[in-house]
């Protein structure tokens, strides 16, 4: 039990050395801003290929799961976005 303690004692202490709290942070932090872009290029991608309505349906039902009662998720876009889909074209969006 002694050994298990001192190598616990040697971990904390080489985590706080090292800076583990700002490593881990960063590590979050650089997921966080790579995860986003990703999901929105996933989402554009899926509108050419699934019907608009019912990517709207299984993403709040989704979201509903993460985060239960807080998805306001509209299922209804504005009149103004309405047909705007085809302003980015799927090819362009697979170069970036």
């Known amino acids: 039990m002694g050994r298990l303690y001192s ?5 904390a202490r080489g985590f706080i050395r090292n800076q583990g709290m700002l490593l881990s ?9 790579s995860i986003v872009p990703l999901s929105i290029l ?3 991608a899926l509108t050419h290929l699934i019907e608009e309505q019912q990517l709207v349906q299984a993403l709040s039902t989704y979201l509903d799961m993460v985060i239960p009662g807080y998805c306001v ?3 209804k876009s504005p009149p103004e976005y ?3 889909r085809h302003l980015i074209p799927m090819h362009s969006a697979t170069r970036i």
Do not use: I
Not at 7 to 11: A, G, I, K, T
Not at 25 to 33: M, N, Q, S
């Open 25 to 33: 942070g960063a590590v979050a932090y650089y997921t966080l801003l």
């Open 42 to 44: 996933a989402l554009v």
């Open 7 to 11: 190598f616990m004692l040697r971990v």
């Open 82 to 84: 309405d047909g705007s």
């Open 73 to 75: 998720f509209r299922s």
